[in-house]
């Protein structure tokens, strides 16, 4: 960390002086450093700069906040990425509008092969179910999984991530030291410890609201791919989808129930022309560089043949074998799993007792079950 | 001259004999009653001098007293009104009859002589009856309600003349007779049933448990899912009221002015379902003039509490001790009313505030805090009151449509009723009737459970995140699936679908975080 971070720090708080401002003064001026001591003649040259941004690049106040940001740096042991550094990302480089400076919490590489999962925060069991999936799967063959630690599918999918041993990358809508949503403290800090926070704020920006759609360009701009796991009409999440083709990015979509308003925006995703993901095969196949062989190993557990293999399995009783085939992954309600299996309600309400008890079965609110994995 | 005549007062549920004493003495005219008569009885003195009056009889211009007896206890309401003008006839020996004591006289009178009817006429024909009355006078309206009571000759009449003639042995009135095995056994027939509801199997079940061990229970589901038509059709579920019971549930309605036109007896359980912005007095009973309140109109049959996060702390603070105690107690200047309140509970609640989390049609608009604190806001100890969690889903459009025969609510009625006559057989000496009554102490006795139960209640609890109150209230549901059952033991599959019923332990307010 060099003194000349400190310009650098503060010049990615400017307000109104974003990478295109800042990368014509660099020109003009040189350095940072050079324009921090910058007298007002010259600003008052230079013909884009408004009054208002001279009194920004001249304002003291600011400059101390800079101060205070180092030491908030220092204590969180933030790392600071120039855009002219060799190991600012790759792929971020490149795209429109690259954030000069980036605040690292743990590691980032700058070839980092990465897929972006987003998604819907009021996400059903289903959407969760399926980003936690896709992620641990993406993860597991060594692709790092980019979101954005909202509520929700980027939840779910760092979760996935995690689970399978891989690499994440959170990229926040706010400071690197802060917390968003509260509730994800604990997610934030496993993923310093196994990948990294990213963020184009200095610290202790709060999340605010106009915040978000400028960092989702980010989390496009990490990755080889956006998935767009489950998002309704209005999702924020299609804002993300949309910059992803801006920056030639491939867009994938997960389809959901035609009746499901959970659904509506993915489904109009896949009717517009982005990749219909229904296995993480569809995903893999359209990386390049990625081994697929792997993907000739173990399909995933989407298992509903019978089961009725006593040596692999704990013994189980014959109505319980009926009630495990009529399961998925998917949700289903105890009448009508009563129903298919043909056993009447009692039988079925205790059958499935046991088989939660010995792990098989999990049950959601609602009277839904499925198959753990 | 002194008279003395009977009639008859309300204290809780039961009647109580009012001795009307009248004494006419020479002096000023006036006119007074007295013994702690409200409003009403002091108004009865117009009522009665017109009444006598215009029935072309000599109202005495001398000194009148009538006290109401005992004296220490507070009468309500004018169905004192022809007691006290019998009393001043006969204190006048306008009315000569030495057989006065064997007779009650009931009614309001009106300006022109008309006996009018009053509430609360079944309990205090049971006090006649208690209390060696022969005959009953009373307005013909309330004859009909009297006469469900053998034992005592109820004659109806219209109008004060036709008293005095009757007491005076120039008018015949023949005894009213209600034929009360027919009442009784008049086919009970509910207008709705169980099978007007398509499909819901897992609530039918659960609910079919509740009715069989008299559970409080709990319905969560998002709205339109059905609740509330399931609800209203659980007493077609109960087993019938005994003889016994319908007079009691009658005698409650009566007092409440509740009881319905040409309907001397109340053969069905009550079904009552207060809206959620009622008082505590008027959920439990009491105010100044105390009237049973909703809980005891229940009595015998449901107390259905809609939306019930929606009622006020006091209001279900109240209800904590006629769920406990089975009655309620209020308590009045010289006396201590009760008001039985054996009532089964149900509860019905959106899972959430926008009400759409188990709608899978619809999008949960709720914040996480939000779906948190919206069930999670029901106080310990009325979810100590609950034995069964029941979700209801939202019916899909097609299961609507299915054609299989839906069981009738007589079918799963007559299980409902074999289950409860084991529990009584079982109770017997003891001063419970149903397994939701089972004490801590009596858990022990009544339901053990064998090595394989001990080891799944064991698993269950650790794996499955149920909360420590659970473990009574799951035995106490086994205990009746097992009578439903038809079985002397619990067996572990009893003790499997009990566990079934703990959602909001597991799923629902500050437990939801885990799963989403």
Redesign the interface.
């Known amino acids: 960390m060099t003194e000349d971070m400190k310009y650098w720090v503060w010049l990615s708080t400017l307000p109104g002086i974003g990478s295109k401002r800042s990368e014509q003064l660099m020109e003009l001026f040189g350095s940072p450093r050079n324009l921090w001591y910058s007298k007002r003649q010259e600003l008052e040259k230079v013909h884009f700069l408004t009054r208002e941004m001279i009194e920004q690049i001249i304002s003291y106040p600011l400059k101390v906040l800079a101060q205070k940001h180092m030491e908030t740096i220092h204590k969180h042991n933030i790392k600071v990425i120039r855009i002219i550094d060799e190991s600012y990302p790759l792929l971020l480089k490149n795209i429109y509008d690259p954030p000069m400076v980036i605040y690292v919490r743990g590691t980032l590489s700058a070839d980092e092969k990465a897929i972006a999962f987003v998604g819907s925060r ?1 996400a ?2 289903y959407g ?1 179910t399926i980003a936690e999936l896709l992620a641990g799967e993406v993860a597991r063959r060594g692709i790092t999984v980019v979101s954005g630690l909202a ?1 929700g599918i980027d939840s779910s999918a760092h979760e996935g991530a995690l689970k399978s041993g891989g690499r994440t990358i959170a990229v926040l809508g706010c400071g690197p030291d802060i917390a968003y949503p509260p ?1 994800n403290q604990d997610l934030m800090e496993r993923i310093i410890h196994s990948g990294a926070v990213i963020s184009e704020y200095a610290p202790g920006t709060p999340p605010l609201r106009g915040n978000f759609p400028a960092r989702n360009r980010i989390i496009s701009g990490l990755s080889m791919g956006v998935t767009v796991v489950e998002a ?1 009409e209005k999702s924020g999440s299609l804002i993300t989808a949309e910059f992803a083709l801006e920056q030639g990015r491939e867009v994938f979509a997960v389809p959901g ?1 035609v ?4 659904s509506k925006g993915t489904n109009k995703l896949i009717k517009e022309g982005a990749k219909i993901v229904t296995n993480v095969k569809d995903i893999l196949e359209e990386l390049n560089g990625v081994d697929l062989l792997d993907l000739l190993e173990e399909e995933s557990c989407h298992k509903n043949e019978e089961i009725c293999d006593n040596d692999v399995y704990p013994i189980f009783t014959e109505e319980e074998i009926k009630i495990i085939n009529c399961l998925s992954n998917d949700p289903l ?3 009508i799993i ?1 129903v298919n299996s043909g056993l009447d ?3 079925v ?6 088989l ?2 010995k ?1 098989l079965v999990e ?5 839904m079950f499925r198959l753990r994995k | 001259m002194l008279s003395k005549v009977k009639s008859c007062g309300l204290l809780g549920i039961n009647g109580y004999v009012v001795e009307v004493e009248t004494d006419i003495s020479s002096g000023i005219p006036s006119f007074e009653i007295v013994g702690l008569g409200d409003v009403a009885v002091k108004e009865s003195k117009e009522r009665v001098r017109a009444a006598i009056r215009n029935t072309g009889l000599e109202f005495p211009a001398k000194r009148i007293t009538i006290n109401l007896a005992p004296a220490n206890l507070r009468k309500e309401g004018s169905s004192f009104d022809l007691a006290a003008a019998v009393g001043i006839m006969a204190a006048t020996n306008q009315i000569f009859n030495t057989m006065l004591d064997k007779y009650m006289f009931i009614g309001e009178l009106s300006l022109n002589g008309e006996v009018k009817p009053v509430r609360g006429v079944l309990p205090m024909a049971m006090c006649a009856l208690k209390n060696g009355i022969e005959y009953l006078i009373i307005n013909h309206e309330n004859a009909d309600e009297a006469a469900i009571v053998k034992g005592i000759s109820v004659l109806p009449v219209k109008n004060l003349q036709e008293v005095v003639e009757h007491l005076n042995g120039e008018r015949e009135i023949w005894a009213h007779f209600t034929d009360t095995d027919a009442v009784f056994n008049e086919n009970k027939v509910y207008d709705v049933d169980f099978a007007d509801v398509k499909g819901q199997n897992n609530v039918k079940r659960a609910l079919e448990i509740a009715a069989s061990g008299s559970h409080n229970c709990i319905l969560i589901g998002s709205p339109g899912s059905g609740k509330t038509m399931l609800a209203r059709r659980l007493p077609t579920i109960l087993p019938a009221l005994s003889f016994e019971e319908a007079m009691e549930v009658t005698k409650i309605h009566s007092i409440a002015g509740l009881l319905p036109l040409r309907t001397p007896l109340i053969t069905y359980r009550p079904f009552r379902s207060p809206h959620h912005t009622i008082s505590a007095t008027s959920l439990v009973g009491g105010g100044k003039n105390p009237k049973p309140g909703e809980v005891s109109l229940a009595h015998y049959g449901v107390l259905f509490l809609d939306e019930i996060p929606e009622f006020s702390k006091e209001a279900l603070e109240v209800l904590r001790q006629p769920l406990e105690d089975g009655m309620v107690t209020i308590s009045r200047l010289n006396a201590s009313i009760q008001y039985p309140a054996q009532v089964m509970l149900v509860c019905a609640a959106n899972p959430c505030k926008c009400g759409n989390l188990l709608d899978e049609s619809k999008m949960c608009t709720c914040t996480p805090k939000q779906i948190q604190q919206y069930l999670g806001r029901l106080s310990g100890p009325l979810l100590d009151r609950i034995d069964i969690h029941i979700e209801v889903a939202s019916v899909k459009y097609n299961e609507l449509c299915n054609i299989k025969e839906e069981e009738k609510s007589s079918s799963i009625r007559s299980r409902v009723s074999k289950a409860r006559k084991i529990q009584l057989e079982r109770y017997k000496g003891l001063s419970i009737y149903s397994n939701s009554q089972l004490q801590p102490a009596m858990i022990e006795r009544f339901c053990k459970i064998d090595e394989k139960g001990r080891r799944l209640m064991k698993d269950a609890f650790e794996k499955l995140g149920l909360s420590a109150r659970a473990h009574h209230r799951i035995l106490k549901v086994s205990r009746t699936i097992a009578d439903i059952d038809g079985s002397e033991d619990i067996k572990p599959c009893h003790l499997a679908e009990a566990i079934q019923y703990r959602s909001l332990d597991r799923f629902f307010g500050s437990n939801l975080k885990k799963h989403w």
Do not use: F, V, Y
């Open positions: 009021n059903t069991a969760n509520r509730d309704g129930n009746n499901s308003r959970n309600h105890i009448d009563s309600i009692q039988n309400s205790s059958n499935l007792s046991m939660e008890i792990g049950q959601i609110p609602g009277k």
